[in-house]
């Protein structure tokens, strides 16, 4: 059996120490050794370790825990985010809604019927649904439950 003498391998020093940097000389600055070799005699040859520098099992999961709280942190915004796009197209429903009775109302200086409405804003609009009960009109996106109800003023501008 070959046995290895670390106190020699501590005191033979090809290029560096194990981990540390060394100081060049007379200048005070710290200088990078990099990878240490050492020499050993081993029986009859000479045997050559080389200390490689990297990161620790501690670095990479501590690397990993933060990836997730991080993750933990963004995914919960993400979960709903078609619901409120439906929402917003069914709100936006409405507003095209009220801007295509004033619209009418500007070019006929007339009250305008709500079934001319409800087709104008159907004909231009896609991904959602106008539907009228008289002069109160709701919007549904297309694709889910989200709706929004919004009313044209009856005195003037719209008749049911």
């Not at 990099?34 to 999961?61: C, D, H, W, Y």
């Not at 004909?123 to 009228?132: K, R």
Request: hydrophobic share 45%; charged share 10%; glycine share 12%.
């Amino acid at each position: 059996m070959t046995h290895i003498d670390i106190a020699q391998l501590r005191s033979t020093k090809v290029g560096g120490s194990i981990g540390a940097q060394g100081t060049a000389a007379g200048s005070g600055r710290t200088k990078s050794s990099g990878p240490a070799i050492f020499n050993s005699t081993m029986g009859r040859g000479v045997m050559r370790k080389m200390v490689q520098a990297g990161f620790t099992l501690i670095e990479l999961v501590v690397v990993i825990v933060i990836l997730g709280i991080l993750a933990a942190v963004a995914v919960p915004q993400f979960v709903d985010i078609a619901g409120s796009a439906r929402q917003a197209v069914a709100d936006s429903g409405c507003g095209a809604v009220q801007s295509q009775a004033v619209i009418y109302y500007a070019s006929t200086r007339a009250a305008v019927p709500s079934i001319s409405i409800t087709t104008g804003v159907n004909a231009a609009s896609t991904g959602v649904t106008i539907t009228n009960a008289g002069c109160t009109f709701t919007a549904t996106a297309n694709g889910g439950t989200e709706f929004a109800t919004c009313t044209v003023p009856t005195p003037g501008i719209c008749t049911p």
